[in-house]
């Protein structure tokens, strides 16, 4: 089993910073995809950046592509998100999720077995 906890939510004003962490724990060597899902009240969960360890490769969805960034630490289990230059509409709820298989890609969220409890990120003037 893995768990996964987030922090680092909160409220900013269009243009502002955010960095998201997830920390990990349990069986963490066995999570090679590890990434964000966010949920807007009344829309669908979706993809935002994961991280894949068998290509050394991170994808992004294209509405935060050039503002977000994942970034996994391997020594310290934790998973980023530096999130810049945010707009109203990234105001969400967002979910660390991980992964025993080697999912190459955002992915939808029924291919992610294991979810933090989410943190909220707020986007208003």
């Known amino acids: 089993q893995v768990q996964l906890v987030e922090s680092g939510g909160g409220s900013v004003q269009p243009g502002g910073s955010l960095r998201l962490s997830c920390a990990a724990s349990?069986?963490?060597?066995?999570?090679?995809?590890m990434g964000w899902f966010r949920q807007a009240p009344g829309k669908e969960r979706e993809g935002v950046a994961t991280?894949?360890?068998?290509?050394?490769?991170?994808f992004y969805s294209d509405s935060v592509k050039g503002r977000f960034t994942v970034s996994r630490d391997m020594v310290k289990n934790i998973l980023y998100l530096q999130m810049n230059s945010l707009k109203p509409e990234d105001t969400a709820m967002y979910y660390c999720?991980?992964?025993?298989?080697?999912?190459?890609?955002?992915?939808?969220?029924?291919?992610?077995?294991?979810w933090g409890q989410g943190t909220q990120v707020t986007v208003s003037s």
């Open positions: 999720t991980a992964d025993s298989l080697n999912l190459c890609g955002l992915g939808s969220p029924p291919e992610y077995r294991y």
């Open positions: 349990g069986a963490t060597s066995n999570t090679p995809t």
């Open positions: 991280v894949c360890s068998r290509l050394s490769r991170t």
